[in-house]
Structures are given as C-alpha cells and as structure tokens.
C-alpha cells in the first residue's frame, strides 16, 4: 500500500485505497491526478513524492467525490498548488456538505456529515478553458457523478477516475452508485472506444484492455434495473425498494448507505420511468414505482 508505481517515462500511480496518478511535468514538479480520500492518506502520498525529491505544483480531480478530493486542502497548504476539477464538481468541493445533500436529498443530518461523504473544503480551478494540454487530455465520463472526467497522460496512460468498479468492489457494494444512469451508461460506450497503452481505474487494477471490465459493470447494471422492474411489477414506494433491494443483494443497511445506495436506487428508477420502463404512481398522498407491462 502507498508504493509508487512506474506506468510510463513520467507517468506513475501510488497503491492506495482510491489510485492516485502522479505525472512529472519537470525535475522536481508533479501533478496529481486526484488526492488521496484523507489528510492522513494526503500526508502518506506526500511522503512518497518526498522520497523521489519531488514536489506537487498541481492537482487534476476527476470529479470531487470525497475519495478522489480528500487531499485537496492538505497539498494546497503545503505547496500552493493549482487544483482543477470539472464544473459543476468544482461547487461541490468549495460546499462539501453539497455532495452529501445530493444523495441524502436535502441538508443531511449528522449521521451523513461524515469524512466518506464531505472532504474538506477546497477550490478547485474549473477544466473548461484551462490551459492543461500538451501535458494532458480530458474526455468526459459522465454518469457516477454529475460531472467526471478521464485524465491522458503524454505517455499514453488514461485515469478514468470512478469509470468502472474492479470485481472486488463490485461484489462488496451490489448497488453501483450512479448519479445519471442514462449517461453511465454513454460512458460505457465512449470507454469502449477510448485508445491508450494503460487505463487506470481507481478501485481496480491498472490494465491494458477495459472490455473485461467495462462488460462486467454493464452486465451488474441491467441486471440491477431487471431486478428493479421485475420487484415492481406491484406497485412499491421507496422505502421498500431500498429494503428489498438490500435484502436482495445480502446488504446491511446505515444512514450512510441509505444516503449513497439510496441515490444510485433513485437514479436507475427515474432512468427506468424516462426509458418507459416504468412509471410513477401517486396513490392516498403515496408516491408509488410501478413496472409497465
């Protein structure tokens, strides 16, 4: 864990919890792309590129999720770094508790104001309009977050940040947490035709050839949305699609999950009633999902 990792002539990642890219643009200076999901995991991260005599001169977040910003506030503080993200995930950065509210629905009780959930406020550079090439390109990879982005290296390396779940992670949280499914969903279909030599996602290993993944994560998500249409082919309210679906997938159920699974479950049931899959139904001040036959 936190071992440097070699992906090209100035391309690298550091092995943590939530891969980090680290591309040296001069002797001393790097960039990151994303930083660490913690001060704590910042500081370890920090230490690596202290032991290779480099420094941070800028950060790229592939979107503001807290285990991709976490270490924004930590290497500013430090180095003075530029930070970029795209817009609109440049709001949620300066107004964690914005990232929490969206999946929770509204300002989120305490039980949600969690270090998973909001990192420390930082501010970010919006994408559009800077000046990054030659250095770097951006693709959009939208879907899991409002706004996300894949990161090209000059040595051919792409970031794609939140893109694809590695097994493992698929197999722990079931529930694949999108924001828009209907543009989940388009990304699949840019990552198939995204080229480079390495593509790194950062809860899977670094590879070079993403069909394997990107057809496993398709495969969970339909299955996911067959399951949700064949659970209500009777009417059901929310609250009982969440509890079916944990009881479904073996899941416990937190205030914290509730937040995050809770929003990926709204996201696949208004993609679902938009595709005409299924529609909504009010009945006795009840707000019902039912299948259409």
Not at 82 to 103: C, G, N
Not at 198 to 207: G, K, Q
Not at 209 to 221: A, E, G, S
Request: proline share 6%; net charge negative.
């Amino acid at each position: 864990m936190y071992e440097l990792v070699q992906l090209g002539p100035n391309t690298y990642l550091i092995d943590c919890p939530s891969r980090v890219g680290v591309v040296r643009l001069c002797s001393r200076d790097v960039c990151l792309i994303d930083s660490g999901a913690t001060p704590e995991a910042a500081k370890r991260i920090d230490q690596v590129l202290a032991q290779n005599g480099w420094q941070v001169s800028r950060i790229i977040n592939t979107h503001t999720h807290a285990g991709h910003c976490g270490g924004n506030a930590y290497f500013y503080e430090q180095y003075h770094c530029q930070i970029y993200a795209p817009f609109p995930e440049t709001v949620f950065a300066q107004r964690p508790e914005l990232s929490a509210a969206l999946m929770y629905g509204a300002a989120p009780p305490a039980a949600m104001r969690i270090p998973r959930l909001m990192a420390q406020p930082s501010s970010p550079r919006p994408l559009r309009g800077s000046r990054l090439a030659p250095d770097f390109e951006l693709c959009p990879l939208d879907g899991h977050a409002p706004a996300m982005v894949g990161v090209k290296t000059r040595d051919n390396v792409w970031f794609i940040g939140d893109a694809l779940l590695g097994e493992e992670r698929m197999r722990k949280y079931q529930i694949h947490h999108l924001y828009h499914a209907g543009e989940y969903l388009r990304t699949l279909r840019t990552l198939e035709r995204l080229e480079g030599a390495v593509f790194v996602p950062s809860h899977a290993p670094a590879t070079d050839t993403l069909l394997p993944l990107i057809i496993q994560n398709r495969v969970r998500i339909e299955a996911l949305m067959d399951f949700l249409c064949r659970l209500c082919e009777e009417p059901l309210c929310f609250d009982s699609i969440v509890k079916a679906s944990f009881d479904h997938y073996a899941l416990t159920l937190t205030a914290e999950q509730y937040a995050v699974a809770g929003s990926s479950l709204r996201a696949y049931l208004s993609y679902l009633c938009d595709e005409g899959r299924m529609r909504i139904e009010v009945r006795e001040n009840m707000l019902y999902f039912c299948t259409v036959c």
